[in-house]
C-alpha cells in the first residue's frame, strides 16, 4: 500500500551527497567526464562523486534507500565500474517507477582542477543517461577555500537535488489523481 501511495504522488524530490579521497595513480571522472589532473578519485568503482550524488538524489526521491544498498562496494561486480553504467541502473528504477527527470542541480566542490570547461560535457553525459535534456541538469563548481580536507586538495564531493515527475502516461494507464 505504501508503494501504491507513493506512486501516486505527481512530484518526488530527492538529495544526494557523496565524498571521494583524491589518490594518485587514478584517472579524475566527474559526471561519466574524464577530467584532466595529476590524479583522481579513490573507490571501488570509478569514485565518480558527482555521478554517486546524482543516483543517490534519484534513489531518494524514488523512496528506495541509497546507492550503497543497490550497488555494495563490497561487491566484486561493481570493481572498476563506470558509475555512468550504475547511474543508467538507476534510470531505469525511475522509469519502472513511472517517473521522469524534472531537473537536477548539483554542485562539485574541489580546491582543484577547474571544471569550468567541462560542465557542458558532464551535463549532456548526465541527460542522455537519465534521458532528459541537459537544460534540465546544472552542475555548479565551488572551491574548498583551501581549508578543510577539499580546500587541501585531499578530496572531491559533490551534492545534488533533484525533482522527479510522474509520467503523465502513467497517469493516463492507472487513473490517477493528482494528489
Ligand atoms: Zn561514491
Not at 543517490?56 to 563506470?82: K, M, Q
Amino acid at each position: 500500500m505504501k508503494e501504491l501511495l507513493k506512486s501516486s504522488l505527481p512530484f518526488r524530490i530527492g538529495e544526494g551527497y557523496d565524498l571521494h579521497r583524491l589518490s594518485m595513480g587514478r584517472r579524475l571522472i566527474l559526471g561519466g567526464v574524464e577530467i584532466e589532473y595529476e590524479c583522481g578519485l579513490y573507490g571501488h568503482s570509478d569514485a565518480d562523486c558527482l555521478t554517486h550524488a546524482i543516483m543517490n538524489a534519484v534513489i531518494g526521491a524514488l523512496g528506495l534507500g541509497d546507492i550503497g544498498l543497490h550497488f555494495p562496494d563490497t561487491d566484486p561486480i561493481y570493481e572498476g565500474i563506470s558509475s555512468i553504467e550504475l547511474a543508467g541502473k538507476t534510470y531505469r528504477m525511475m522509469d519502472d517507477a513511472g517517473y521522469m527527470i524534472g531537473n537536477i542541480d548539483c554542485t562539485v566542490q574541489a580546491q582543484a582542477p577547474k571544471l569550468a570547461k567541462y560542465k557542458s560535457a558532464m551535463e549532456e553525459k548526465l541527460a542522455s543517461v537519465y534521458r532528459c535534456g541537459a537544460d534540465q541538469i546544472n552542475i555548479k563548481a565551488t572551491t574548498g577555500e583551501h581549508i578543510g580536507i577539499i580546500g587541501r586538495g585531499e578530496a572531491i564531493a559533490a551534492r545534488a537535488v533533484c525533482l522527479l515527475i510522474k509520467k503523465p502516461d502513467n497517469l493516463n494507464q492507472k487513473g490517477a489523481t493528482l494528489v
